[in-house]
């Protein structure tokens, strides 16, 4: 049996190979269909009104206090960062009452993560992976606003979004390695990784840009 510490490391760094090809396809979709800043927003905050509603989910059947306060922590974060999303699109002139980024229901990943029962799961999928996931994205988002002329949402995505999930990421890490202590723990965390990523890249599909913006217009 690998020990967790090491377990974690190694799943970082083949997180991390599937992380680069996703962010090079995502930066190909959203080039390919015209994004424009608003755009890259609204991805956003359909992102955060997810994660802000599997923390809650997530914190009703979670026995370990701290996992259960961090949980509920990210709760209100996701909130927040909807907030600053939002009001950096009503900036941008985008009338945000006739848009809700739940309209076409809950993503695939979505009801993956809400379907997740294991603390080792939960860690793996939720926190440690998919906040690399999205350290990554916004970092990448925040140059191609850049590119645009928008300065001010490219801070945004660097400075307090990125400090939050730059927090969780590392709790994910933590986390991981207090529960994935044997064999079938690793397994389900290793597992649960994959699909979680496997997910991002149908979501950042040319198909499923094009829906997004369809929608939008």
């Known amino acids: 049996m690998t020990a967790a510490d090491t377990f974690v490391a190694e799943l970082e760094v083949k997180n991390q190979v599937s992380i680069d090809r996703l962010i090079t396809g995502l930066i190909a979709g959203i080039t390919k269909e015209g994004f424009e800043v608003p755009d890259v927003l609204r991805?956003?905050?359909?992102?955060?009104i997810e994660g802000a509603e599997v923390a809650a989910l997530w914190v009703t059947?979670?026995?370990?206090?701290?996992?259960?306060?961090?949980?509920?922590?990210?709760?209100?974060?996701?909130?927040?960062?909807y907030r600053l999303i939002a009001e950096r699109m009503v900036s941008l002139g985008v009338d945000m009452s006739t848009y809700d980024p739940r309209d076409g229901g809950y993503s695939k990943l979505f009801a993956f993560l809400r379907s997740l029962q294991t603390p080792e799961e939960r860690a793996s999928a939720g926190h440690l992976t998919l906040k690399a996931?999205?350290?990554?994205?916004?970092?990448?988002?925040?140059?191609y606003c850049e590119e645009k002329g928008?300065?001010?949402?490219?801070?945004?995505?660097?400075?307090e979004l990125t400090a939050d999930d730059t927090r969780y990421r590392d709790e994910?890490?933590?986390?991981?390695?207090q529960w994935a202590l044997n064999e079938e723990s690793q397994a389900r965390g290793r597992r649960a990784a994959y699909r979680a990523l496997e997910l991002v890249g149908e979501a950042?599909?040319?198909?499923?840009?094009?829906?997004?913006?369809?929608?939008?217009?």
Do not use: I, Y
């Not at 370990?64 to 909130?79: V, W, Y």
């Not at 950042?204 to 217009?217: S, T």
């Open 43 to 48: 991805l956003m905050l359909k992102g955060a």
């Open 61 to 81: 059947d979670c026995d370990d206090l701290a996992s259960k306060l961090l949980l509920a922590e990210q709760c209100g974060l996701g909130a927040k960062h």
């Open 133 to 143: 996931m999205s350290l990554a994205r916004l970092a990448t988002l925040a140059s």
């Open 150 to 159: 928008d300065g001010d949402t490219a801070s945004l995505f660097r400075g």
């Open 172 to 177: 994910g890490r933590r986390a991981l390695a």
């Open 204 to 217: 950042q599909d040319h198909l499923q840009l094009r829906r997004a913006m369809l929608k939008r217009r």
